[in-house]
């Protein structure tokens, strides 16, 4: 046997014991150090992981819908956020991790936070919408799409005076917003040249989610909105059932669209952004110390994954690179271009904002909240 096969004969023994004897997250926190390859070390992260649960006073059950590993194309931090909130509670809260879609993804998950089957959960703040509704304004087209207006706006005052009551009336705490990437404009291999403008997208079936005004918003630039579920979404792109979609250049290459792409362009329009969600009633249930220490430990998170996002991004479009895909970047006219034709300033617009925001001057101050640069940077495509 070479020693590469030894090596993996001893991963995937070193693997088994330990989800046999019930330590999978030992076996996950393993994988990702590189180490499951050491019984050593394998037994000290068994014992490690055994010793945080059995000294802490509050399991919280944390589910993603992500692989561990993921976090090098699509900063999601989930071994961080369970490590952070683990220490800043100075071990009183264990984090038991359920990656890689095990409880569902999505929708499911909200569900079950909203529900308290699970206390905290990673999805996107479309998918979010549903159940607190006030969060699909990050939806309204170049309102926050890009990542700097989208913190601004998330870390404001104004959000957290208009937004955060509405998501906790519907029984959540938001711990987190994740930052990834805008949405693009990601053409598949056969289909038409890149789209540079709304011109470009007249007749393109592009493929869009459930939400009603990212459908509106295709709309307004000229395409054919088609509605496909997203587990359905790589073999539509493939057979020309849907000609473009617009996840992140993160999220493309997590999901193996690397090969049946041909371009993709950083249009800006809408952040493809995830949030970690919390049960509210759990979290209130918590002594006032271990609240701050889950806080905390989420603000920490924040901060390793908005420093994240440019090396995530760059290694996405590496990859992507090598199957042959082109990457386009907007000039100011271009982009301009974009936002007179389906911009959130335009009247079509307005009834979404006094639904979601309450009323046009509440509207009004999230968008000064959008503009206004905060204390956090972060790095846009």
């Known amino acids: 046997m070479s020693d590469k096969q030894e090596l993996k004969s001893a991963e995937r023994r ?21 180490t499951l390859w050491s019984e050593e070390a394998v037994a000290q992260t068994a014992k490690e992981e ?64 909203q529900g308290n089957t699970i206390q905290a959960a990673q999805h996107s703040i479309s998918n979010f919408a549903p159940f607190a509704p006030v969060a699909d304004l990050i939806n309204l087209p170049y309102f926050c799409g890009a990542n700097q207006r989208f913190v601004n706006l998330v870390t404001s005052d104004a959000w957290k005076n208009a937004v955060n009551p509405k998501i906790a009336a519907k029984g959540f705490k938001a711990l987190l917003y994740v930052v990834i990437d805008p949405r693009v404009a ?4 056969g289909g038409s040249g890149p789209i540079l403008t709304p011109g470009d997208m007249s007749g393109v079936k592009f493929r869009v989610p459930g939400s009603k005004m990212l459908q509106q918003y295709y709309r307004m630039v000229g395409a054919n909105p ?13 057979q020309g059932v849907a000609d473009a979609l617009d996840p992140s250049v993160g999220a493309l290459y997590v999901f193996g669209f690397k090969d049946i792409l041909s371009h993709v362009t950083f249009t ?43 090396s995530a991004r760059n290694y996405a479009m590496s990859e992507l690179r090598k199957s042959g895909v082109e990457f386009h970047s907007l000039s100011e006219d271009q982009l301009a271009e974009w936002k007179a034709t389906g911009g959130y300033q335009k009247s079509e617009w307005d009834s979404f904002k006094t639904e979601l925001a309450g009323n046009m001057d509440n509207f009004a ?12 940077y972060v790095h846009d495509a």
């Open 268 to 310: 800006q329009a809408v952040p493809d952004s995830q949030v970690y969600s919390c049960n509210l009633e759990w979290f209130n249930s918590l002594p006032a110390e271990v609240q701050q220490g889950v806080e905390f430990g989420s603000e920490i998170t924040a901060q390793q994954n908005l420093a994240k996002v440019p």
């Open 14 to 34: 070193n693997f088994l014991k330990l989800t046999g004897s019930g330590a999978f997250t030992a076996a996950m926190i393993a994988g990702a150090a590189g």
């Open 226 to 238: 088609t509605p496909v579920a997203w587990g359905e979404t790589p073999s539509a792109i493939k």
């Open 186 to 189: 990601a053409v598949r291999k």
């Open 50 to 113: 055994k010793e945080r649960k059995n000294a802490a006073e509050h399991t919280m059950n944390l589910a993603t819908a992500y692989i561990i590993g993921a976090s090098r194309s699509y900063p999601i931090l989930q071994l961080d956020l369970k490590e952070n909130i683990q220490n800043a509670t100075n071990g009183k809260v264990y984090v038991r991790l359920s990656p890689g879609g095990q409880l569902g993804a999505g929708g499911a998950l909200v569900q079950k936070v």
């Open 365 to 376: 101050k999230l968008e000064e909240a959008a503009g206004t640069t905060s204390k956090y």
